[in-house]
């Protein structure tokens, strides 16, 4: 039940969740089974049935009443825990809507995996980015650690007063997953020191369920109404929650001594980097080897590791474009019909507009659905923006403006 | 009314969740509420499985503030008949088969009635609704019966119209642990079409018809109600063209239809004459 002394597991990124969950002393959780998630679904049956976990466990009977039941179980007051992939995630969208709405400080893993069809199990962010306008903070993990230190800081940062929005922490399906790497899991009294203490008694400051205190929830509000109003404050807080998570990230850092940049993006070898590659989840970890790699050989290149996509971090990307003249923006996701077919490309360049800085940024989309994406062809990615740098000269075969790296002949 | 009536029975200590339905309208437009107990208002295919996410929250902080109230609280879903025998039955299904600690109740007015009177699978044959102008073809789904059908603690039949039922009925549900499920016939004045005053006399005649059944279903033992008792002799029963020649939904139903009316609720009381043959069998 309690974690005494520091650990090191030999464990999945799955499993990572779990223990993370557990660490967060998560009150209520409810999940459904859906590959590559299925093994946190598990561990956590393990932890709750063995007694080694007090939490109430709901196994539902679909992705929508997931969500459902931990709004349910949020609006009570209780901290709450989920995972879920995919198919899974698209089934419960309404209610992934709904718990942004009503301000709940939800946190739930996404072992991202393509959406079909055809029928898809493997890495890519396309299911999490179909929610990004749901009004949930948005976080990729890109190690075995991260997914653990992500759920921590997550509910650090969602319960914050000033922020009160539930949190995904996205990583690649099977490629974090389902391989195993040591884990770090923190003791108790660290952890004390970190986490925000469980609701009281009172619940949430601005929503609870108390007969002492009867509260109607989420009844029609005409258009006069303040629903325009809540809507913004959304925006406005998510837009805020910038600081919230910069904050958490040093607190981190201070009493874990694991360091996740400024908690936003995580910069790797930037400060001479004549060009910069931007990845999100896994892809960031191994562009680092790239980067080194390349380094050896006498190129000047950096990578940087986009942490948030909600609230996307404007600032960091600007300062970024400052640094280098150009950026490879890449995407293991899809935005169909979006101007650069990806969505963190999409976002980057209109980050950058209006701001006077002439800065190209290539998009670049690739190990969609799984797809490998080797060391190998990381260092061609840098490469071919070495080559943009120096002679202007985009790379060939590009569609619609973008570069889909290990795309197939399609006839 | 059915709502007063079963908060009466159930007291404050209650959190209501209730999908969309006549009663997100009922109880007022933002700011101005009238329900003085928790209540949530929800996705319409949501209730079940928030009031299930309520009542493990009731649960977690029990065990964390023992000897407070939140022990003794109620997790309630009142749902429509859309949320319930329709977008609702997975989440409604899924918690009944956990066995989840709430009560959930089902009050059907037999068609969609907050978005203008569109057919539902409760509505009943020959009515005729926005989406089936010429009279719905097939009959109402026996949501009581499919319920029952998880081995829940409880399961019981209402009628606004017979109150002091309801309240005791709503009495026994508060004291039982696990999944209840309460589901009341409420007529709708502008739905079915008849007067508003006639509400009370146009639930009675559904019972007295032997149309609607009053039971209960308590730990899979079967007990037919007070008011629905002497219907089991069919002789007792009032024709039923008397309940449907009243309503103007009914009003294209042909004899045939009304033939199939009188066969179906024959076929339901073989029904409830079959399980109290096996209760009596048992016993």
New interface residues.
Partial sequence: MSQKEQEIKFISGNVAAAYAARSAKV??I?AYPITPQTTVVEKLSDFVDSGDM???Y?????E???????????????RTFSATAGQGLLYMS??VH?AAGTRLPIVMTIASRGIAPPWNIWADFTDVISQRDAGWLISFASSHQEIYDSVLMAYKICENEEVLLPMFIAYGGFVLSHTSKPVIIEPDNKLEKFLPP?PD?KGWPHI?????R?????????PS??YYEFRMKIHDEMMKSTHIIKQVALEFEKIFGRSYGNGLIQEYKMDDAEVALINIGGLALQAEQAVDELRQEGYKVGSVKLRHFRPFPIDEIINIAKKVDVIGVVDRDTAFGSPTGGAVSSECKSALHNTGIDTIILPIITGIGGREVSVEQQKEEFKILMILEETGELPKDMIHGTLWDGVLEVK | MALRWAMKALG????L?APASCL??V?????K?A?????????F?????????????????D???PG??WGK?TSLVFAGDGGTTDIGI??L??AA??N?DILYVCYDNEAYMNTGIQRSSSTPHGARTTTTPFGKQRFKKNLPAIVAAHNVPYVATCCISYPIDLYEKFKKAKEIKGFRYIHILAPCPPGWGFASEDTVKMGKMAVETGFWILYEVENGEFKLSKPSKKYLDPSKRRPIQEYLEIQKRFNTLSEVGLVKWQENIKNAWKYIELELELKEKKE
């Fill in positions: 009150q209520v409810s007090p939490a109430q709901i196994k539902v009977e679909s929508h009443s997931v969500m459902a039941a931990l709004v349910g179980a949020s609006i009570a007051g209780t309404e209610m709904w469980l008694e609870f369920i108390d007969p002492e009867p509260m109607m929830h989420g009844n029609l509000i005409m109404g303040f | 404050p200590k209650t959190a969740v997100n309208v109880v007022g437009l933002w700011p509420t329900p003085n107990f928790p209540f949530i208002n929800m996705a295919a949501a209730a079940a499985a928030a009031a299930s996410g309520i009542s493990a929250a009731f649960k977690a902080k065990s964390k503030f407070k109230v609280m997975q989440g299904s899924g088969e956990r989840s």
